[in-house]
């Protein structure tokens, strides 16, 4: 019972389901600014004419205005990027959200690094020594080795440690996962986790679930363009039984080459997330065990990792312990056991800083303690105007949806009935910023008692006090999800809520209050409209306006969506990244995502300047709808600053992995595949039609 979700569970609940403070916030009204030197209106505007002239010459730096914007708009407004923000081994991706995640992470690392004795709660303390016990970890030497062999006798024995002396007679898989499941709540080849019903998530239910799978997809493990990979993490457990065990070479190499061949074959029953939905079901305990025993003893497992047997449960991907139970059936007991122990060990670690070559123990804090961290960025870096004020683009953007979904001419082919029902869950949509401002974190540390000195004593820590609550939930009324491990904002569908983090906050990034509007929707409008569309997607329209799953469209608009959706799956199939056309994808959620979050985003900004015209206000003269020196129209800019969200550069060699591993298409298909459907783009750049950027077919869902 795992207090972080597994892999398949987490992209299914949060993807069905990258960023940080700053000091002022949205404005569709434009606001007097205030000088923190002399606090004067002139001084204010002097400031916004500088920052106004920083962001038009930022703007201008990325874009490659030779090119032609009817013929790729991604290198018309990118093409500068890769020159000005190149990847490399230590930056592996640039991009927007890598370098705003970049600049909270920077806040984050001086309060971990700087006690502050005005500000710091007693949770906050116990992070910092949390973080300063990793620091303490400046080599893995024998008494590290020690701790870890330790904790594999607590289990029982390792092959590749013991060697001849090995008793395979004494080992059962089953009763050692299940076990290390109970004390750590790690989940190791099958496990249990507790979370909402999906189908009545108002009572909380036991999901039988795979492991996390490292490479995270299957064609990660099965595909030949992806084998540089899977050498890749092959020398990485090596490296691990070599530096935290003190295997010698060729024993780790061979050991790791077993535990491979293991983990490949159980990847074969990795599923998308749309598979899962429709496979994975509701069942009891008793149906579950007569259909897996007595090769996997499903009651078995549940009764030690809960301490107690249960009435339902949910077969959570049914099709990976059919598989499962195949693999187990054909591999030897010594080959299963050096692999569960190695994925104990593994959770024990620590990664590298690339940089500094020590480890990286801003990640592990931020790992298992974000909640806090994005706490303690938002009580040190926002104000309470921060986040009304994205209530305010939020209001403006569900009004928006809304019209459409009652307008006959804007989604006519989706049936009255099912437009009703859909304006009723967008109704109970709700928009949360993850500051946990009013909540008490105190009880997270319950129990708890992380110290400065021995890091495997905090993580043990970590690790049961997490488990024990995680498994305590069975008894106790269903609570909102509250750790959204995201620096962009995301989806939730059980709870029908969009999560912003504290991280999207930054000034100067997204908005600023003397930046454009037309710079503001297209950006944290955008992100938040794609969010708000995931909700009517291939996978959230599954779930109803409560959050549950229930099959809510008529039979004529499924049919409607499902065909609108082949264009998509037609369109983006014809793009090619690294030499390869993008993976097929029938889902799409992604793409239908990008492309009505750009529609409504950009009609939510449209009503906004019609109420302002409305009002009296020229919104081509207003100061701050201009920025200086950009000769482009309000709604050109509003293009451009949308594409360059998506600039980047990705290092040449994990290419392929970020094509195989992210549902979303590399940016610039998510420049051209949305903008390439819009006839609102065309007509302000004054793409004939036929141009690569106004092509005669177009695909639209919202």
Request: contains cysteine; proline residues 4%.
């Amino acid at each position: 019972m795992p207090d972080q979700m597994s892999y398949s569970l987490r992209r299914i609940l949060y993807g069905l389901a990258l960023l940080a403070a700053g000091q002022s916030g949205w404005a569709f009204q434009q606001r007097r600014g205030f000088d923190l030197i002399s606090g004067s209106e002139m001084s204010s505007r002097y400031i916004d004419a500088i920052l106004g002239q920083s962001k038009a010459a930022e703007i201008s730096s990325f874009m490659n205005e030779n090119a032609d914007p009817c013929n790729n708009f991604y290198e018309f407004a990118c093409g500068n990027w890769p020159r000005i923000n190149k990847a490399d081994a230590i930056h592996v991706s640039t991009g927007l959200l890598e370098r705003m995640n970049e600049a909270v992470n920077r806040k984050i690392k001086k309060f971990l690094n700087k006690e502050d004795t005005m500000r710091d709660t007693e949770e906050d303390k116990q992070v910092r020594d949390f973080y300063k016990s990793c620091t303490r970890v400046t080599s893995i030497d024998k008494e590290y080795q020690d701790e870890l062999r330790s904790l594999i006798k607590v289990f029982g024995s390792m092959p590749v440690l013991e060697g001849d002396k090995w008793n395979a007679s004494n080992f059962d898989w089953l009763n050692t996962t299940a076990a290390i499941s109970f004390y750590y709540g790690l989940n190791i080849i099958v496990g249990t986790e507790v979370q909402k019903d999906l189908m009545d998530n108002k009572v909380n239910i036991v999901y039988i679930v795979a492991q996390d799978f490292a490479l995270q997809t299957r064609s990660m493990y099965q595909e030949e363009h992806t084998e540089t990979y899977r050498k890749t993490y092959q020398d990485y457990m090596a490296q691990i039984l070599q530096i935290y065990l003190g295997v010698e070479t060729e024993l780790a190499q061979k050991t790791a080459s077993e535990l491979m061949d293991l983990e490949v074959q159980l990847a074969n029953g990795i599923l998308s997330g749309s598979q899962l939905i429709q496979i994975s079901k509701k069942t009891t305990l008793d149906e579950m065990q007569s259909k897996y025993a007595p090769d996997l003893n499903v009651k078995h497992l549940v009764e030690i990792t809960m301490k107690k047997l249960v009435e339902n449960v949910f077969d959570f991907n049914p099709h990976y312990k059919t598989n499962l139970i195949k693999v187990v059936k054909k591999t030897s007991k010594r080959i299963l056991a050096n692999y569960i122990f190695f994925k104990l060990i593994a959770k024990f670690t620590l990664p590298m800083d690339k940089s500094t070559k020590m480890p990286d123990c801003f990640a592990e804090t931020q790992k298992y303690f974000s909640k806090n961290l994005d706490n303690m960025i938002y009580r040190r870096y926002n104000n309470e105007a921060t986040a009304s004020d994205i209530e305010l683009i939020w209001s403006e953007l569900k009004e928006t949806f809304k019209q459409q979904l009652l307008s006959d001419r804007s989604l006519n082919w989706i049936s009255n009935t099912t437009r009703e029902k859909a304006v009723e869950k967008l109704a109970t949509m709700r928009l949360q910023v993850s500051s946990y401002a009013n909540e008490d974190l105190s009880k997270d540390f319950r129990d708890m008692h992380l110290q400065n000195e021995s890091y495997i004593s905090n993580l043990k820590n970590v690790f049961e006090v997490k488990t024990n609550r995680a498994r305590q939930l069975l008894s106790q009324p269903v609570k909102p999800v509250d750790n959204f491990p995201s620096f962009t904002p995301m989806y939730y569908p059980p709870e029908n809520v969009i999560n912003v983090p504290v991280a999207l906050l930054q000034p100067y990034f997204l908005w600023a209050s003397s930046y454009p509007n037309a710079i503001k929707f297209s950006t944290l409008g955008f992100f938040i409209g794609h969010e708000l569309i995931h909700g009517f997607d291939s996978q959230g329209r599954k779930f109803d306006a409560v959050g549950n799953i229930n099959n809510w469209w008529d039979e004529e608009s499924t049919a409607n969506f499902l065909n609108r959706r082949s264009c998509f799956t037609d369109q983006y199939s014809k793009y090619s990244y690294n030499g390869r056309l993008l993976p097929p994808s029938k889902d799409q959620s992604e793409n239908i995502a990008d492309n009505g979050g750009l529609r409504v985003a950009y009609t939510a900004y449209r009503r906004w300047q019609d109420a302002q015209k409305t009002s009296g206000v020229n919104v081509n003269e207003a100061g701050k709808n201009k920025l200086p020196k950009l000769n482009y129209t309000n709604t050109q800019l509003f293009f451009i600053s949308y594409a360059q969200v998506w600039c980047n550069d990705v290092e040449p060699t994990l290419r392929s992995s970020q094509v195989e591993t992210d549902e979303h298409v590399p940016g610039e298909y998510r420049v051209i595949g949305p903008l390439s459907n819009f006839d609102e783009f065309a007509k302000d750049f004054q793409c004939e039609l036929g141009t690569p950027m106004n092509p005669a077919t177009k695909c639209k869902l919202y």
